[in-house]
């Protein structure tokens, strides 16, 4: 199942055979300890201090009830994009056109090198993997950003990212602290600092680990196999 949230539903209706796992994309990244990767990435946007010229690639909110947007996180990302070496990944239908009116609320003309659209998730990858950071409220966004071994920080605003996103130990801002933040008072440099200094990057590696054992398991019981190299990071476990 994808978190907590969903696999406690399915226990009430009497399906007792859930693991909440997140998203199986966390599997992608073959790294022997992919939570020291994120940690390098991490210091690296540290290191440059988010400086105008940082390379950030935004990931939309999606659209909720009404046919509205979280128009505060909405407005920190466009903020970043304008003040920052920001592109827009368009992931719904609904992005092309929200993405235009906000541009013009910006009095920024479209520029099609900071507007990106993927069909292709190895193409999405390796583009992200150009870029020094990558914040936004997709989880499938933050997704192919860990895939790529990038620092990636995710805004759930929605339960089911949130339940994703918990159930993967991803950085994020979520709830209250959430709530407080408006484009006047984000701080893109106070926040990596924070995560660098406050974030495990162990227990986000050992729930891959435990995420990875329980995939080999499922798999086991239909006879099939795990990745070689996902295998050999089970090994690895079973050896420290």
């Not at 910006?106 to 292709?120: C, E, P």
């Amino acid at each position: 199942m994808r978190g907590n949230i969903t696999s406690h539903l399915c226990d009430k209706a009497g399906i007792l055979a859930c693991v909440p796992l997140g998203c199986p994309s966390l599997t992608i990244n073959l790294e022997m300890n992919l939570g020291s990767v994120l940690k390098s990435q991490w210091m690296l946007a540290r290191q440059k201090g988010a400086s105008p010229g940082m390379r950030i690639a935004i990931h939309l909110p999606q659209k909720e009830e009404g046919d509205k947007f979280h128009e505060a996180v909405y407005g920190i990302l466009s903020r970043l994009f304008d003040e920052f070496d920001g592109v827009f990944v368009l992931q719904s239908n609904y992005d092309y056109g929200e993405v235009q009116k906000r541009l013009q609320q910006l009095g920024k003309a479209w520029n099609a090198s900071r507007i990106w659209f993927f069909g292709y998730m190895p193409d999405w990858m390796n583009a992200l993997s150009e870029v020094d950071f990558v914040i936004g409220c997709r989880i499938h966004g933050t997704m192919a950003a860990i895939a790529a071994g990038k620092a990636a920080l995710i805004l759930p605003t929605d339960f089911r990212t949130l339940e994703m996103a918990q159930a993967m130990k991803l950085p994020m801002i979520f709830g209250s602290e959430l709530d407080r933040l408006s484009p006047n008072n984000f701080n893109l440099s106070a926040v990596i600092n924070a995560v660098c200094t406050t974030y495990d990057f162990k227990a986000f590696e050992d729930t891959r680990r435990i995420a990875v054992r329980k995939y080999q398991e499922i798999l086991h019981g239909m006879d099939l196999e795990v990745h070689p190299a996902l295998q050999r990071l089970l090994d690895h476990s079973d050896q420290r």
